[in-house]
Structures are given as C-alpha cells and as structure tokens.
C-alpha cells in the first residue's frame, strides 16, 4: 500500500481592477489564471521529499511527474486538497492534454481537522503548532509569490523549502491523528482491491491467450474425429 503526501503551490490570478475592495472582476479583466508553480510530495514512511517547480522543469514536464506520482498511489494525503490542490492539478493535467491519474483514494486532514476538532483556527500552521508538530517555513508574504513569478533564484530557494516543509508537517499531522481518522481501511481498500482485481484479470487474460492455440488444436482434432465417426457410421450403413 502507497500513501503520497502531498502540497501545491500556485500564482494568483492576475486581473485589472478599479478598486480593492468588493470587486466583481469580469473575464475581460483576467490578464494572466493562475497555475502551478511548483510542488512537493514523498511516500508515507520514506525520507525523500520530492520537488519540482517551473523553475526548473518545463510546465509538462513538472506535471507529468506528480501525474505519475498520483497514479502509483493507493492514497494522496494532503490539507485542503479535496476542494484545492486536487481540482487545481486536475485542471492542469487537462490543459496539457493528459488523461486522469490512476484511481486513488484521498485523505484529507483539514476535513479531518474540522469535522473532529474545534481549534480557533483550522490552518495548518496553527495546528501543527498547538499540536507541538513545528511550524510552516515563515517567509516574506505575497512577494514570495511574485518574486517566483519573476524567476528570482533566492526567492525559489525560499519556496523550495516552505513547500517541502508543509509535506514534513503533513506527515507528522497524519501520524497524530491516525488514532481519529474513521474508517482509514475503507479509505485506502477499495482502490487496492481494484488494483488487485485488474492484476487478476489481467494474469487470466494472459493464460487464456496462451492456451488459445491449444484450445484451437484441441476443437480442430474434434472436429475431425467427429468427422471421421460420422464417415464411419455412412459406410456401415
């Protein structure tokens, strides 16, 4: 069983605007949507924290290595993915012409969080830290983003660790509330009883091809001993 830990970060949304309060920006407004600038993951249990950002990858490129992470998952734990991170790559999987990821099961720990827990804030950095687990990576705000955005090396460096250090906290938040996670069996098994399914098929399918040409000789020779006893019974009569 595969447990990917996973975080996303993304750009803003670049619009024109008359005021900042209150605002209905129109599409025509929209001057740049926002995407993926960069992600981290690693597998449950492993020491390797994985990376990759437009930075240094071209945008296929960087999605079509967290796509093939996805699709070897048996589960993707993540906080807030179910209504972000998931949707956001999904869209990007669709702009760049890829098809959905293998079948997987998703844990999120801010649903978790907030259907168990009633903590002032349900961010993950205050959680972590109430929960004594350590703190996101602190940094400058906003300008983190638009300095990444102007392909600024110190700035990626930066973004590079806050992404890896979200996954950390990830993991230590899982491994906490593991004892209050309902029904984390049905979570994961049914993904791997349908991996195990396909194996199945797909191995009786193989040994159906390779006994076809025997089955194939074996109904030839019948048909011609059938052939030869109904020649036999003509003469005799």
Known sequence: MKILLLDI????????????WQQNVGINQLME????????AKWLGEDEIMFDSVHVSKPKKMLKRI???ISESDAVIHYNGTKFDMPTLNKEFLLHEMNPPAPYKQI?????????FR???N???????????GSKTAHEGHELWVKCMNKDKDAWFRMEEYNKQDVILLEKLYHRLLPWIKNQTTIIMPTVRFVRAVV??????VVFLLQLPVL?????????????RERSKRERQ
Do not use: M
Not at 33 to 40: K, N, Q, R
Not at 200 to 205: A, D, E, G, H, Q
């Open 67 to 69: 796509h093939d992470l």
């Open 119 to 121: 903590f002032p804030s």
């Open 123 to 133: 961010k993950l950095d205050y959680v972590a830290q109430r929960l004594g687990l």
């Open 33 to 40: 949507s926002s995407y993926v600038l960069c992600w981290a």
């Open 216 to 228: 194939i000789r074996d109904i030839n020779a019948e048909s011609v001993a059938h052939g030869v």
């Open 9 to 20: 970060e993304s750009s803003p949304n670049v619009a024109h605007v008359w005021g900042i």
């Open 108 to 116: 999120d720990l801010l649903r978790q969080v907030r259907s168990q």
């Open 200 to 205: 199945v098929l797909t191995y009786k399918s």
